[in-house]
């Protein structure tokens, strides 16, 4: 079968591989789409030692079951691997077991391929109703549906009686924006660098007010009450405490390299609450499943897809600049036949 492999620094091919086979407790899925996520970049990049070629990543994953319990199904694929009896995931928080691996990093083969096994415990199944593209999202917007939910609670307020802001307008970021907005949040401060981004976001909800972070228009020191870093680089942390006002709350969510910027000083004497938020629960993933059937988030104007042909080109495309929507997606239109 077709699969892209990353086979080193900025090189990915389309190659034939092995299909992969069934083994008790797993299924073989025929992916209709996959997105490409921020992570799959950072491999792309040679920056992530986890993903080690040759290896076909993508762990956004939608698509027809072909064997198991639930054959013939359409499903959205939880992509985390849990050994499920350990105090995390017994507790409801598999995205905290000390044995979590994620389908698209080794040993996992991804969903950048015709078809993917996938254990039968992370297949979600969606109404007929919803469209392969957009039950893939559920991976990035239940990572930012479980932000969300943190960021209420250390907050002690509804939303909507908070100033937010989100540092990132990758699609966790925006979709991040998005939850917010739909929870309660009357203004939703976003913050990009790239100015065909800034228009995504904007053309995507009317709450959003996104701003270019080296300009004027940003918000006022000491201002926001809750702040979501979807970046997590050293600038985006030091915006994070700037921006924060006394008593406010940031959640960090963004994975690149590095601590600088944290101001342990501010955290304490102005009692900023500083928590990190990764991945989701199976019912937070469930729940967004759910929130994308219903089209509460809005049009989807801010994805795009290609075929999994293009794979290689797509991710040249959005290392380049070239991508100004918020996400991109790789689709196999013969998976439904």
């Known amino acids: 079968m077709k699969a892209l492999v990353y086979l080193g620094k900025r090189h990915l091919e389309l190659r034939d591989v092995d299909e992969p086979r069934a083994e008790p407790g797993s299924s073989i899925v025929r992916v209709a789409a996959c997105g490409i996520c921020g992570s799959d970049l950072h491999g792309y990049h040679g920056d992530d030692p986890r993903r080690v070629p040759p290896l076909v990543m993508g762990h956004e994953i939608a698509g027809v079951v072909e064997t198991g319990p639930l054959a013939g199904a359409r499903v959205a694929v939880n992509p985390l691997v849990t050994c499920g009896t350990c105090d995390a995931c017994l507790s409801g928080r598999p995205q905290l077991c000390e044995e979590q691996g994620v389908i698209g990093l080794p040993p996992h083969r991804g969903g950048f391929a015709r078809k993917v096994r996938v254990p039968d415990g992370s297949l979600v199944p969606i109404p007929d109703g919803l469209d392969f593209a957009a039950a893939c999202l559920a991976e990035p917007v239940a990572v930012a549906y479980h932000a969300v939910r943190i960021g209420t609670r250390l907050s002690h307020r509804p939303l909507s009686a908070l100033a937010v802001a989100v540092l990132g307008g990758g699609a966790i970021g925006l979709a991040t924006a998005l939850i917010a907005a739909l929870q309660g949040a009357g203004v939703v401060h976003l913050g990009e660098v790239h100015a065909g981004r800034r228009d995504t976001a904007r053309a995507a909800n009317a709450a959003i007010r996104a701003y270019d972070p080296g300009g004027p228009d940003g918000p006022a020191p000491g201002s926001i009450d809750l702040v979501f870093d979807a970046v997590g680089a050293r600038a985006t942390r030091e915006a994070a405490f ?3 006002r006394r008593g406010g709350a940031i959640v960090h969510m963004g994975l690149m390299p590095g601590s600088e910027g944290v101001d342990m000083r501010r955290l304490t004497l102005a009692e900023i609450a500083f928590a990190g938020s990764y991945c989701y629960s199976m019912p937070d993933f469930r729940e967004t499943v759910a929130l994308l ?17 293009d794979g290689a080109a797509a991710f040249e495309d959005i290392d380049r600049g070239r991508f100004a929507k918020a996400k991109l997606i790789l689709k196999n239109p013969d998976a439904v036949a």
Request: aromatic share 4%; proline share 10%; no cysteine.
């Open 293 to 309: 059937a219903s089209n509460r988030l809005g049009p989807l104007n801010w994805i795009e897809e290609r075929p999994l042909e």
């Open 242 to 244: 700037r921006m924060v």
